[in-house]
């Protein structure tokens, strides 16, 4: 059977930096640590005046096609997942088309082309639309290109103002890919919850704490799930563990919750009961209530043990290095969770070959997605090949004054022009919009 995976990724950061310790939190009243121990996020991404989704999208997929040496017809598909999209009819794969098709010989006249919305699960969702396509037999020898491009933008003064963030992740789905084959060991958890939406409004209607809570539940559900495929999970099983990240400490909270389920019933149980005493069983209780704080309690030690902080360590705080210097980027999260984890890998010299991967996607609404992967012979090559850490270092650092004047630029209800705050180098802007209000873009030499 042709292995079908992730053969090439790039991410696109945006090119504004907001410090969320030094300029955000001083702002607020608010302690500088809330932020980097609390929400564990030292910045968020902003985009400068030029660019947006569609740029975004469109310079990570200018440079994923380029390096790989494709042109349009190589691609039978592009999908995009977002949910800060302009248009509810015009999809954004369309305008990041036309962009390509600006630099490129050729077009993409025969690439179908959607797009994706399930909050911060949809770019899973449509790696998981190219792996059925091309195991269909459909693609004729061409690959699929998904990009998750979102800019994560809250109502100033709302809590999730904290967590903000923008860029865009480009990843090339192929047969016989170079870095991930993607296995079809798979679960989902999946319920009708009112958490996080946008009911035809730029920014969300959130429940911050409650968002917290189903994205565990639902993740917990998934795992589930894919157990039901899999077998039990061991934690032992994967090298690492990326999942959704709205904000490292929400990793923080899976992590532990996954490590207890994973080591239930094994002997990392067994080895830890001298110390912490075995987990809580339900019908060893009364009522649910006297269980839950029991819960609680072996959750607690649980956490000040040497094996979970080794097993942290190693497995799931390697995949959060992205994230605490850019923020929430909504569907890429998940995306930029697993490139900071290869990218990890990379700079210790650890062999990823043959390794497995779990990845836990999370959208709100709500849906989580459990998925295996296995790490390929090129992965070495497809993530040195990065350059993420010169974007993040490169970024314009905002005051806050130049913060609120970038959040209101790009506030879809109102019309503020100001000066970019970086020169566009290569790459495609936005110029304003058409006669039908459509966005219009150039690429800058
Ligand atoms: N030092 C160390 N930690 C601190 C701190 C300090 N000075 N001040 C606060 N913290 C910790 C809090 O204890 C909390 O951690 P905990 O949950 O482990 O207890 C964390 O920092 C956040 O502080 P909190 O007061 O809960 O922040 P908040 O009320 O501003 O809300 C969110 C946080 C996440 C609910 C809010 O940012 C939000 O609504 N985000 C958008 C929704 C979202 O991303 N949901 C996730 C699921 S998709």
Not at 136 to 154: F, H, I, P, Q
Not at 363 to 389: L, M, R, Y
């Amino acid at each position: 059977m042709t292995a079908v995976g992730i053969d090439a990724i790039e991410i696109w950061t945006g090119k504004l930096k907001l410090d969320l310790p030094n300029t955000f939190a001083p702002e607020k009243g608010e302690d500088p640590e809330k932020y980097t121990k609390g929400l564990g996020l030292n910045a968020s991404s902003f985009p400068d005046a030029h660019e947006d989704i569609v740029t975004m999208g469109a310079n990570a997929a200018h440079r994923l096609m380029d390096r790989k040496g494709l042109t349009p017809d190589d691609i039978g598909r592009i999908d995009v997942a977002t949910e800060s999209a302009f248009d509810n009819s015009k999809p954004v794969s369309t305008y990041i088309a036309g962009c390509l098709e600006q630099v490129y010989d050729g077009d993409f006249h025969h690439a179908n082309k959607g797009e994706r919305k399930f909050a911060c699960v949809a770019g899973t969702q449509a790696i998981d639309d190219a792996y059925n396509w091309i195991k269909a037999g459909r693609n004729r020898g061409r690959s699929a290109l998904v990009v998750a491009t979102d800019t994560a933008l809250y109502a100033r003064g709302d809590p999730g103002e904290a967590t903000q963030g923008a860029g865009a992740v480009a990843m090339l789905i192929s047969e016989d890919p170079s870095v991930l084959e993607l296995s079809t060991e798979q679960g989902y958890g999946s319920a009708d919850e009112t958490d996080f939406l946008k009911p035809n409004q730029q920014f969300p209607s959130v429940d911050g704490k409650r968002s917290m809570q189903v994205y565990l539940a639902r993740m917990r559900e998934a795992v589930e799930d894919f157990e039901s495929v899999s077998g039990d999970t061991h934690p032992d099983d994967f090298e690492y563990i990326p999942f959704h990240t709205p904000f490292p400490g929400m990793v923080r909270k899976a992590g532990l919750l996954g490590y207890r389920h994973m080591i239930r019933d094994t002997t990392v149980e067994e080895e830890l009961a001298d110390e912490i005493g075995f987990q809580p069983r339900e019908d060893e209780f009364e009522d649910r209530e006297a269980y839950e704080e029991a819960i609680r309690d072996y959750m607690d030690k649980l956490k000040e043990t040497d094996q979970y902080r080794e097993w942290y360590g190693n497995t799931i705080d390697p995949t959060l290095s992205i994230s605490r210097e850019v923020g929430n980027w909504y569907t890429g999260s998940v995306h930029i969770a697993r490139a900071s984890a290869l990218r990890h890998a990379l700079n210790e010299g650890i062999d990823l070959t043959g390794k497995r991967l779990l990845v836990g996607s999370y959208g709100s609404g709500a849906q989580a997605e459990v998925h295996a992967e296995t790490v390929q012979d090129g992965w070495k090559d497809e993530i040195e090949a990065s350059n993420i850490d010169a974007q993040i270092e490169d970024r314009y650092d905002l005051s806050f004054e130049e913060y609120e004047k970038v959040h209101d630029r790009h506030n879809h209800d109102k019309t503020i022009e100001i000066e970019d705050f970086t020169v566009p180098d290569g790459e495609f802007v936005f110029t304003g919009r058409g006669r039908m209000n459509e966005r219009m873009y150039d690429f800058v030499e």
